[in-house]
């Protein structure tokens, strides 16, 4: 068995080759997502989808000419942002994608474009989101004249791949607009109506898996799904909680119900399940932060940064990790999605635990106690408790420190997946899920731990 898996994100596109029934890695490539498009607006983010998927087709030639034998190709990528599309399929603009920034422009002098959105729907509409980028286009006069779709860039690239000319979108990626209704995994046209956007724009929803056409090849392509649901799909076990810590940090579960409640972001998963979402902001970003300190401090004394930095700070901080009196950090240095202004603080800094070891231990555990005060919300809402962690991004893989650290605040065994390319893997694993009609819990039986 051999599927494709195409992972597009904002500065890279990753594909695999995937045997799903072995959990097994057959190929991995990933180029430099080199389509941004430079714009006089401070606040705009663009890139080219015509480049984005003249990338993915190499990606997907090259799989095709190695092997023959390809049963199936699965696309996920950068959720939130969206690419206007005419009649037959084509681009009108370019990519907005989910960075774009012109949600924050003043709509009038007490509010911003994304809080007036939100005012009028009740829902919480942020920039980025793929509706407020819409709603402040046609506010401005933005909206292209021949645009008859909207969708994200995977749908875009699934679509094209199958010589569609019209998109189908995965309720995972079209909650990431906003304005969805969670219950019943269809945009609410009632709330949708009042950005004042045509309601046509909106591509076709589907909650499940499902192949949408074949490739020139006769290669079943399978539905695109939302990044954050693909890499669940390829790491996550059974009674499992996913914490992702890369630039910014997740923390994820399944569920089978929609019961909202304060403090838990639900996200359309497949068919009938959810996931328990939790984001942080603070992640490896936090840990590089302190890291730039230390290079200061090294500067300021006329001294370079010793080589292999992250490791002598990881030492160091091992070294005081099980002392009785630390200091504590809660790592906001870029605030909360809740609360942007938020920012980091230190406690219980005293003449005996003033020291750079302490300073890094406090910022490694504040980084895992962020995840764990948002996971302490799911937990009520939970039938089975989770029993493991699975461990996924480079601030885990590459921090042993970090993961023994969530392991015992968690007090739960931290598995980590054997391949690296948890997003592509994981739509890839869509694909496999429709060509073999299995269930969530049966591909999560399949997944390899190192």
Known sequence: MKIIGIDIGTTSVCGVVADPEQGMLLRSVTLA????????????????PERIFEVCSRIYQDFIKEFSDINAIGFTGQMHGIVYLDQSGNPVSPLYTWQDGR?????????????????????????????????????????????????????????????????????????SFGLFDLKSLRFDMSAVQKTQCSEDLLPLVSAKFCFIGETKERIPVCIAIGDNQASVLGSMCENGILVNVGTGSQVSVLCDRYLPA????????????????????????????????????????GMPLPDQTYDKMNAGALA?????????????????????????????????????????????????????????????????????????????????????????????PLLIPKYEEEAAFGCAYSAYAVLKNKSVKQIQSLIQYQ
């Open 103 to 175: 949600g924050r422009e003043k709509y009038d002098d007490t509010k911003t474009y994304a809080q007036e959105l939100s005012q009028r729907t009740g829902y919480n509409m942020a920039t980025g989101f793929g509706l407020t980028t819409a709603f402040y286009n046609r506010q401005k006069g933005l909206e292209p004249d021949n645009a008859a779709k909207i969708c994200t860039i995977h749908d875009f690239v699934a679509m094209k791949f199958c010589g569609k000319t019209s998109p189908i979108q995965h309720s995972s990626d079209a909650a």
């Open 33 to 48: 997502n080199d389509s941004m498009i430079p714009s006089q607006d401070k606040f705009s983010r663009f890139q080219n």
């Open 262 to 301: 304060e403090g838990v972001e639900y996200r359309p998963f497949s068919d009938d399940t959810y996931l328990m979402t939790g984001c942080a902001l603070a992640g490896g970003y936090s840990y590089s932060l302190l890291k730039n300190f230390f290079l200061q401090t090294f500067a300021m004394f």
């Open 320 to 412: 005081v990790k099980n002392t009785s009196d630390p200091i504590t950090c809660m790592p906001y240095f870029c605030g909360t999605r809740e609360n942007p202004d938020l920012r980091a603080y230190f406690q219980n800094i005293s003449a005996d635990n003033f020291s750079p070891e302490q300073l890094t231990l406090s910022v490694l555990k504040g980084i895992c106690e962020e995840l764990y005060r948002l996971f302490e919300n799911f937990r009520p809402l939970l039938h089975t408790q989770p029993t493991r962690i699975v461990g996924s991004g480079n601030g885990i893989r590459k921090n042993t420190l970090l993961a023994e650290i969530f392991s015992e605040r968690f007090q739960m």
